[in-house]
């Protein structure tokens, strides 16, 4: 492709809207151009990334066994309906478009294929053996995101992998889920990434078989935690740790003291002199069901612990039986106006007890009466404790559980692991933490959606069985984001030899000097001619704005045929390490080609 030819228009300077190194790299080279709020055009160079991501992870699926598709991004409510899922994905977290068409039916816009391939499944799937199969595709997904950023690293349109195995059993579904943990190592690897395979929240599933694939970046979202010696790593939604060891209780007797002005643990700690590790702090949390049920949750946990909302949200989940609901849609901390709506009087925030009376909530059709109180791990056993008194400017010291204080029934582990915990598997091994964007997510789904959707198969023994599934995403645009995030410097993105648009561009210094222009049209020719894919920059510019704009889109190799051509030579500089050498003309297609080589090996 000739830089005259076509649509390329870099900008100097940083565009406002952009937050992150490579959000605002791809805006200045020209590889994306924002249309509406998480909505982004691909243009041309940031199309052959794409593509050249999209080969890599279809060639690894592929190499499993896996067969591509594509399914229809415009999915029936009903079958959404069907599986459970329609309230949540368009009220709870609003996170589908939905739509009515011309005869009142209603749509949603996949951002995800569950449903749909579910129903596939369930038609075409009569015995087990049709089974193990594992369909997959590359498309387009949906999603009205809450917080659209980053540009295509959390957008409302995105290109996303996903794929779905179906299996008769276990053992099968784990093979499965073993094969794609190795192709989405290999996806990483082959892209040029640094990564690291985490354990992962699995939601009110369960179940031990979710892992997500980070890419290791300041500007990720998530947080990993992990050990030195390589035994473990985990979402922080999911991470486990010890937690410090309780210091001993200088409070002996039970007595209520005025503590003004001790709102939060440090002060409460300060005033008191003693250790959050003595302190039940009691937290409130504000759960509404998906039958419209708003339930008030005080959780009891150790001063120095946090609640670490993604496990409250699950245990909320699992307790969704006990108000006639299925799943949670919201959870929050009640704020002033949301305590307005079911306080019967303000409530002792800073010093509540764990036995905070029901009296507070204001009950109605759609508010629980009763607090749901749990207790977290970290609280059980502490004896001679402090709490709150549930009276402002008060707490009470020298608490023991049943006898001041009933044990709430149900005990839960909601603590939020952090950096610096002693690890489960090896107490001598701290936990550290990196920040992490999330490329891929694989999954052991079991039979809660063929279950729920009534997809059986006859099992060899001739009973109907629902399918045993897993399902497997890879996020193809942020995954080319994040190779820029991992990959830049001062003058512009460093592109991964095997994802970059170009492998080449030839810039010639000055367009009026023939022989220039010569040996460059003679290399261009020869180079794409040999499937090495080459840019020629034949602009009438100075050869400075040349070179600033080949750092900028960040092909990895610049050829320059300039002052050496005289000694039959041009000079090939590298994108990443700015080392340049003058490579003979005859020669320069053979040493670009093993250079490619290794670098894609
Ligand atoms: P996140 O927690 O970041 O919202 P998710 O858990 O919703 O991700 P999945 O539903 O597992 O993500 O989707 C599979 C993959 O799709 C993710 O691992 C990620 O790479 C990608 N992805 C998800 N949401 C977006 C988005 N809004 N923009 C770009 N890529 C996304
Ligand atoms: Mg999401």
């Known amino acids: 492709m000739r830089l005259s ?24 080279a020209g590889y994306i ?52 899922r329609w309230d949540t994905y368009t009220q709870a977290e609003g996170i589908m478009f939905a739509m009515t068409d011309r005869q009142q039916r209603e749509l949603g816009l996949g951002p995800t294929h569950e449903e ?29 995101e809450i917080r659209p950023r980053f540009g295509l690293m959390r957008g409302r349109e995105f290109i996303m992998k996903d794929g779905y195995s179906f299996h008769t059993n276990e053992e099968s579904l784990k093979k499965t889920y073993q094969d794609m943990a190795q192709a989405y190592s290999n996806m990483l690897r082959r892209s040029g990434l640094q990564f690291r395979a985490v354990d992962a929240d699995s939601g009110a ?20 935690l992990y050990t030195e010696d390589g035994q473990y790593a985990a979402n922080v939604e999911k991470a486990v740790s010890m937690p410090a060891d309780v210091e001993p209780s200088p409070f002996a007797t039970f007595e209520k003291r005025e503590t003004p002005g001790t709102e939060t643990i440090d002060k409460l700690c300060k005033f008191l002199k003693c250790s959050p590790t003595q302190v039940v702090k009691n937290v409130l949390y504000q759960a509404v069901y998906d039958n419209g049920i708003t339930v008030l949750v005080l959780v009891s946990i150790r001063g120095d612990q946090d609640v670490n909302q993604v496990k409250l949200l ?29 306080a019967a009087k303000s409530l002792p925030l800073g010093y509540m007890a764990p036995d905070l009376a029901d009296d507070y909530i204001a009950g109605s059709k759609e508010v629980n009466s009763k607090f749901l109180r749990l207790v977290d791990r970290t609280a059980v056993d502490l004896t001679n404790f402090v709490t709150g008194s549930n009276e402002s400017g008060y707490h009470v010291v020298g608490a023991n559980w049943n006898k001041e204080f009933p044990l709430p029934a149900t005990v839960v582990g909601v603590r939020t692991a952090k950096k610096g915990d002693r690890a489960v598997h090896n107490p001598e091994q701290t936990l550290q933490s990196a920040r992490g964007i999330e490329v891929g997510h694989i999954f052991q789904l079991g039979t809660k959606y063929s279950q729920a959707m009534g997809a059986t198969y006859t099992s060899e023994q001739g009973e109907e069985m629902p399918f045993m599934m897993g399902c497997y995403g890879v996020g193809v645009s942020r995954l080319a984001q994040s190779a820029v995030e991992q990959s830049y410097d001062k003058d512009g993105i460093i592109w991964p030899v095997a994802i970059a648009p170009y492998h080449a561009i030839i810039s010639i210094p000055n367009i009026s000097d023939a022989q220039q222009v010569e040996v460059a049209e003679k290399l261009y020719a020869e180079l794409n001619q040999s499937g090495i894919e080459t840019l020629l920059d034949d602009r009438d510019e100075r050869a400075g704005v040349k070179f600033k704009d080949a750092d900028l889109i960040g ?6 045929p300039g002052r050496s051509l005289k000694a039959g030579k041009v000079e090939v500089v590298e994108r990443a390490t700015h080392k340049s050498q003058e490579i003979l003309i005859d020669e320069v297609n053979s040493t670009l080609k093993q250079w490619i080589e290794a670098a894609v090996s």
């Open 33 to 84: 151009r924002r249309i509406g709020s998480g909505i982004y055009a691909y243009l041309p160079l940031m199309w052959r990334v794409l593509k050249k991501v999209s080969q890599i992870v279809r060639e690894e699926m592929d190499a499993t066994g896996a067969q591509e598709c594509l399914l229809p991004q415009l999915q029936p409510a009903d079958l959404w309906r069907e599986s459970g």
């Open 5 to 28: 030819q076509m649509l390329f228009v870099t900008l100097r300077e940083d565009p406002a809207e952009a937050e992150i190194p490579s959000h605002k790299l791809l805006l200045r």
């Open 314 to 342: 699950n245990e909320l989940t699992k307790l969704a039986g006990n108000y006639q609901a299925k799943t949670v849609l919201f959870l929050t901390v009640p704020d002033a106006e949301a305590q307005r709506k079911w």
């Open 116 to 144: 749909v391939i579910t129903t596939i499944a369930k038609d075409m799937i009569r015995s087990y053996r049709q089974l193990p199969v594992h369909l997959y595709q590359i498309q387009t997904k949906f999603r009205d």
């Open 555 to 560: 092909i990895p190799y610049r050829i320059v």
């Open 205 to 224: 599933i369960g179940g031990s078989g979710s892992q997500e694939f980070m890419v290791l970046a300041e500007a990720g979202e998530d947080e990993v």
